[in-house]
């Protein structure tokens, strides 16, 4: 599933392709996770230019030109296409055909990403943001209970995060990401909050200078804990693998175990 620094690019990139671009037709052949009729649909979105293109935590939001906005949850398997004269892809999920014979498309073979008219804005805060600080951390890790990694892969704490970055923010912090949220040191959670920001937009420049003018897929290669094929960390210690209910968590020794 693409995460924050991927849809950073994404977002970047498709507002330098379609800003004011006029929507002539949508369509949406799979409405299973369509939040409104596709009536409605067409009613809000047909006629109207682009305004702008931006990340909402793990969504891209696509705003129009009368106020309506457009989420795309790509999902573990959505990816994006741009496209001229006709769609040629296959599982379409939702596409916008612009008057300039030009479209983007959604796709997905398991058909799980997810299109939203006018999506709700979480009041969690997304993992940028200035209030996401040593504060803020400390206040929300103090009194929660569970571990830290399934605490910043929770949506409704924090937006953004996902499996691999999680690791490579708490292997970058020398957390363990078993460790208890409320037995983490005040030191340590303003270490924690230093990484998320450093690690997140270390990747994103990354992924800008691999792969310029991507728009869909997971850059993965330049991870430095969760990657499959690494089998020490930079500063040489054995990277384990733990599987929790279908998610793997790469970690090392290197990494403190705090525990209430």
Same mark, same amino acid.
């Given at each position: 599933?693409?995460?924050?620094?991927?849809?950073?690019?994404?977002?970047?990139?498709?507002?330098?392709?379609?800003?004011?671009?006029?929507?002539?037709?949508?369509?949406?052949?799979?409405?299973?996770? $369509?939040?409104?009729?596709?009536?409605?649909?067409?009613?809000?979105?047909?006629?109207?230019?682009?305004?702008?293109?931006?990340?909402?935590?793990?969504?891209?939001?696509?705003?129009?030109?009368?106020?309506?906005?457009?989420?795309?949850?790509?999902?573990?398997?959505?990816? $994006?296409?741009?496209?001229?004269?006709?769609?040629?892809?296959?599982?379409?999920?939702? @596409?916008?055909?612009?008057? =300039?014979?030009?479209?983007? +498309? $959604?796709?997905?073979?398991? /058909?799980?990403?997810?299109?939203?008219?006018?999506?709700?804005?979480?009041?969690?805060?997304?993992?940028?943001?200035?209030?996401?600080?040593?504060?803020?951390?400390?206040?929300?890790?103090?009194?929660?209970?569970?571990? +830290?990694?399934?605490?910043? $892969?929770?949506?409704?704490?924090?937006?953004?995060?996902?499996?691999?970055?999680?690791?490579?923010?708490?292997?970058?912090?020398?957390?363990?990401?078993?460790?208890?949220?409320?037995?983490?040191?005040?030191?340590?959670?303003?270490?924690?909050?230093?990484?998320?920001?450093? +690690?997140?937009?270390?990747?994103?420049?990354?992924?800008?200078?691999?792969?310029? =003018?991507?728009?869909?897929?997971?850059?993965?290669?330049?991870?430095?804990?969760?990657?499959?094929?690494?089998?020490?960390?930079?500063?040489?210690?054995?990277?384990?693998?733990?599987?929790?209910?279908?998610?793997?968590? /790469?970690?090392?020794?290197?990494?403190?175990?705090? @525990?209430?």
């Amino acid at each position: 599933m693409p995460e924050l620094p991927d849809l950073q690019v994404f977002s970047h990139n498709l507002q330098q392709q379609l800003k004011g671009k006029v929507v002539k037709k949508i369509a949406a052949p799979k409405t299973k996770k $369509l939040n409104v009729s596709v009536s409605q649909l067409k009613k809000a979105i047909e006629g109207q230019s682009i305004r702008e293109i931006r990340r909402e935590g793990k969504e891209l939001h696509i705003q129009f030109g009368n106020g309506h906005v457009l989420g795309l949850h790509l999902m573990l398997n959505g990816d $994006l296409h741009l496209f001229e004269g006709k769609n040629p892809h296959r599982h379409t999920i939702i @596409e916008l055909q612009f008057d =300039d014979d030009t479209g983007l +498309v $959604l796709t997905d073979f398991r /058909y799980m990403a997810r299109p939203t008219l006018d999506p709700d804005i979480p009041s969690a805060p997304d993992a940028l943001d200035k209030q996401v600080n040593a504060r803020f951390l400390k206040e929300r890790l103090s009194a929660k209970k569970g571990s +830290v990694k399934n605490w910043l $892969l929770d949506q409704d704490a924090i937006r953004g995060i996902g499996n691999a970055y999680a690791d490579e923010i708490l292997w970058d912090a020398r957390i363990s990401p078993f460790s208890s949220c409320q037995a983490i040191p005040p030191a340590k959670v303003t270490a924690l909050a230093k990484s998320v920001k450093k +690690v997140l937009k270390h990747a994103e420049k990354q992924i800008r200078k691999e792969h310029p =003018d991507i728009i869909s897929g997971e850059i993965r290669d330049f991870l430095l804990i969760h990657h499959s094929k690494k089998k020490k960390s930079p500063t040489g210690a054995a990277i384990q693998v733990k599987t929790t209910g279908g998610r793997k968590t /790469y970690f090392t020794d290197e990494q403190v175990l705090y @525990e209430s």
